[in-house]
C-alpha cells in the first residue's frame, strides 16, 4: 500500500487564540456631551433663579393677588406668541418643516433667549433644529438672517399705523430722545455695519461664508416672494408678534387695574422695543423693562403700577415657561433634534 502524498495528508487546525477579556464598556464622548448638553439648560436655570430670586418672588405675590381672568388671557396671548414665532420661521425658509417639532424648538428657543443676549439662544437652538432637518448651514443662516431683518421692519411699520390710527397719542415730547441720544445711536449703528464690512472684507476665511451666505439669502427671498403663504406667514407673523406682546402687558395690567387702553400699552411697548431694542441684553430684559416703566409713566401710569405690570409680565412670559422650556429643550437635544 502506497503512502499518501505530502499535501493530503491531513494537518491539526491550529489552535484559536483565547478570546481576550473584554474591556470595561465607558460612555464615548459624544454621549457624554449630548448629557450634559442637556442637564446645563437646567443647570444655568437654577443658578439665575437664585441671583435673581426677589424679583421672581415679587412679581409671583403680585400675580397672585391679581385677576385671574385677564391672567388666563395673558397666558394665551403667550402662547400664540410661541406660535407666531414659528409661523414667521417657517416663512423664513423655503423647505417645508413639522410643524409640531418647529413649535417644540421655537418654546425651547425662548428658554434659551432668556439666558444669552441679543436673541443668540434663541437662534442658535433654531439654527440646530435646520441642520438636523438636512438644510444646509447656508440657507439656514440666510434664514436667521432674513427672520432678523424682517421683524424689526415688520415692527417699525406697526409703529408707523399705530401713530396713524391714535393721533391723540402723540404728545410724547418728553419721550423723543435728545440729539445727544440719536448721536449715539447712529454712531453705534455705522459701526456695527462698519466693523461687519470690515471683518469679511480683511478676513479671508469669513470671506466666502458671507458671500455664499449673501447670494443664498437673495435666492431664498425671491424664492419665498413667489409663494402668497410663505409671505403671509413672514410678515403677518412678524406683524402680528409686537401686538401679542403687547396683548400680554395689556392683559396683565388690567388684572392689576392699571389705568390705560390697550392702544396707549401697545404703543408704549412699540416705542420702548424700538429705542432700547438693539442693546444686547437677554431677551431684552432690563433696559426694555425701564424704557416700558417709563413710557407707561408718560402716558399716566402710576410708577408703581407700571412697574408692577412690567415685573408680572416678565414672570408669566420668562420666568413661568422657563423649567418648561429648558425640559422640552434638553429632551430635543437628548433625542438628537437639535
Not at 491539526?12 to 477579556?21: G, K
Not at 391723540?168 to 445727544?180: F, I, K, N, S
Not at 416705542?271 to 430684559?285: K, W
Request: charged content about 10%; some cysteine.
Amino acid at each position: 500500500m502506497s503512502p499518501l502524498p505530502l499535501d493530503t495528508v491531513p494537518r491539526a487546525l491550529p489552535t484559536p487564540p483565547a478570546p481576550a477579556a473584554s474591556p470595561a464598556r465607558f460612555p464615548s464622548a459624544a454621549r457624554l456631551t449630548r448629557w450634559a448638553l442637556s442637564l446645563l439648560p437646567i443647570l444655568v436655570i437654577g443658578a439665575w433663579a437664585v441671583v435673581d430670586w426677589r424679583a421672581v418672588r415679587d412679581g409671583a405675590a403680585r400675580l397672585a393677588s391679581a385677576d385671574p381672568w385677564w391672567l388666563l388671557a395673558a397666558a394665551l396671548f403667550t402662547c400664540l406668541g410661541w406660535v407666531a414665532a414659528s409661523v414667521v420661521r417657517q416663512g423664513a425658509i423655503p423647505d417645508r418643516l413639522p410643524p409640531g417639532l418647529l413649535l417644540a424648538s421655537q418654546f425651547a428657543a425662548g428658554a434659551a433667549n432668556h439666558v444669552l443676549p441679543a436673541s443668540i439662544g434663541a437662534h442658535a437652538v433654531t439654527l440646530r433644529f435646520l441642520q438636523g432637518r438636512g438644510i444646509p448651514l447656508s440657507r439656514a443662516t440666510a434664514s436667521l438672517a432674513l427672520y432678523s431683518l424682517v421683524k424689526p421692519i415688520a415692527k417699525t411699520l406697526v409703529l408707523l399705523v399705530f401713530l396713524v390710527a391714535f393721533p391723540d397719542l402723540l404728545h410724547l415730547g418728553e419721550l423723543v430722545p435728545d440729539a445727544r441720544t440719536m448721536l449715539l445711536v447712529a454712531g453705534a449703528v455705522t459701526l456695527g455695519f462698519g466693523t461687519a464690512a470690515l471683518l469679511v472684507t480683511t478676513v479671508r476665511p469669513l470671506r466666502r461664508p458671507a458671500l455664499d451666505c449673501v447670494r443664498t439669502a437673495l435666492t431664498d427671498v425671491r424664492l419665498l416672494h413667489t409663494r402668497p403663504a410663505r409671505v403671509l406667514a413672514l410678515w403677518g407673523g412678524s406683524a402680528a408678534t409686537p401686538l401679542l406682546q403687547g396683548s400680554v402687558i395689556a392683559t396683565v395690567g388690567f388684572s392689576l387695574g392699571l389705568p390705560l387702553s390697550w392702544a396707549q400699552v401697545v404703543l408704549a411697548l412699540l416705542l420702548a422695543s424700538t429705542a432700547v431694542g438693539a442693546v444686547p441684553a437677554p431677551g431684552g430684559i432690563g433696559p426694555v423693562d425701564a424704557a416700558l416703566v417709563f413710557t407707561m409713566v408718560a402716558f399716566g401710569a402710576p410708577m408703581g403700577l407700571a412697574t408692577a405690570t412690567v415685573i408680572g409680565y416678565r414672570v408669566l412670559t420668562v420666568w413661568v415657561p422657563l423649567l418648561p422650556g429648558a425640559l422640552v429643550l434638553s429632551a430635543l437635544v437628548h433625542r438628537k433634534v437639535l
